[in-house]
């Protein structure tokens, strides 16, 4: 498959979904406030003068509107023009570029990158996700901190899986269940959506596929970037299921 397929595929932030994406999220008890305070700890711990970070695959800048108090500047890199256009209207001043992770280059450096909430899964294979993390670290400036937050490695993935979630806000309900199947190295994810408000009910279907890196892929992917590899579990890490992966670029 070539990179220009991939992209097409894995932007399945539409219309649909983006649309819906933070009443999903937010109600589903996702501490962003929270989450942002750890990142800002994670990179202060190793960098405590960063005033600078650019968040990858940021969506609709949640993470974002949290930081604007803990860095001075904050960029942010997403490839769906939904999620970018709901993104500028949420934090107005912070620039929002469009650009595919694997492949972006700016043309500055920050003292902190990070790519959350498992949007590094997206690459299909060793060869993407090398390509990402170095495209990540050659925005860092030298002793620059990234931060990844990865998805479940291969012997953690429950076959079958299923989720669900209801939320309501302003006159609206939704209803999410998803199924995951795995295929190799990959899961595709299936989710179902049933809005409904007082202009009537609407159901879509949005299919997501996910790679299953190992821990020691990860780890290789920083360190061919530069980066020194270091993971971090438990209480200090974004999520202590998968832990977090941090490199300091050398």
């Given at each position: 498959?070539?990179l220009q397929a991939?992209?097409s595929d894995n932007?399945?932030?539409?219309?649909?979904?983006?649309?819906?994406?933070?009443?999903?999220?937010?109600?589903?008890?996702?501490?962003?406030?929270?989450?942002?305070?750890?990142?800002?700890?994670?990179?202060?711990?190793?960098?405590?003068?960063?005033?600078?970070?650019?968040?990858?695959?940021?969506?609709?800048?949640?993470?974002?509107?949290?930081?604007?108090?803990?860095?001075?500047?904050?960029?942010?890199?997403?490839?769906?023009?939904?999620?970018?256009?709901?993104?500028?209207?949420?934090?107005?001043?912070?620039?929002?570029?469009?650009?595919?992770?694997?492949?972006?280059?700016?043309?500055?450096?920050?003292?902190?990158?990070?790519?959350?909430?498992?949007?590094?899964?997206?690459?299909?294979?060793?060869?993407?996700?090398?390509?990402?993390?170095?495209?990540?670290?050659?925005?860092?400036?030298?002793?620059?901190?990234?931060?990844?937050?990865?998805?479940?490695?291969?012997?953690?993935?429950?076959?079958?899986?299923?989720?669900?979630?209801?939320?309501?806000?302003?006159?609206?309900?939704?209803?999410?269940?998803?199924?995951?199947?795995?295929?190799g190295r990959r899961?595709?994810?299936?989710?179902?959506?049933?809005?409904?408000?007082?202009?009537?009910?609407?159901?879509?279907?949005?299919?997501?596929?996910?790679?299953?890196?190992?821990?020691?892929?990860?780890?290789?992917?920083?360190?061919?970037?530069?980066?020194?590899?270091?993971?971090?579990?438990?209480?200090?890490?974004?999520?202590?299921?998968?832990?977090?992966?941090?490199?300091?670029?050398?």
């Amino acid at each position: 498959m070539t990179l220009q397929a991939e992209t097409s595929d894995n932007n399945v932030y539409d219309d649909d979904l983006s649309e819906i994406y933070d009443q999903i999220y937010t109600n589903r008890a996702r501490d962003y406030q929270a989450e942002a305070a750890l990142l800002a700890a994670i990179v202060r711990a190793r960098r405590p003068e960063a005033a600078s970070l650019l968040d990858v695959a940021c969506g609709t800048a949640e993470h974002l509107a949290a930081l604007k108090s803990t860095f001075t500047r904050l960029e942010g890199l997403e490839l769906s023009a939904q999620m970018r256009d709901r993104a500028r209207a949420k934090v107005p001043g912070v620039q929002i570029h469009e650009g595919d992770m694997r492949r972006f280059d700016l043309g500055r450096t920050y003292d902190a990158v990070c790519i959350l909430f498992n949007s590094i899964s997206f690459m299909a294979t060793t060869e993407e996700l090398d390509s990402a993390v170095a495209s990540m670290a050659r925005h860092l400036s030298p002793g620059g901190v990234l931060v990844i937050d990865p998805w479940y490695s291969p012997e953690q993935y429950i076959e079958g899986y299923v989720s669900d979630s209801v939320t309501r806000n302003d006159g609206r309900t939704i209803a999410r269940v998803s199924h995951s199947a795995r295929e190799g190295r990959r899961v595709r994810q299936e989710a179902h959506f049933v809005t409904a408000d007082s202009a009537g009910i609407n159901h879509f279907v949005n299919v997501q596929r996910l790679t299953l890196f190992t821990r020691d892929e990860y780890a290789a992917a920083l360190e061919k970037a530069g980066c020194a590899a270091e993971l971090v579990e438990g209480a200090d890490a974004l999520s202590p299921d998968t832990g977090t992966f941090v490199g300091v670029r050398r």
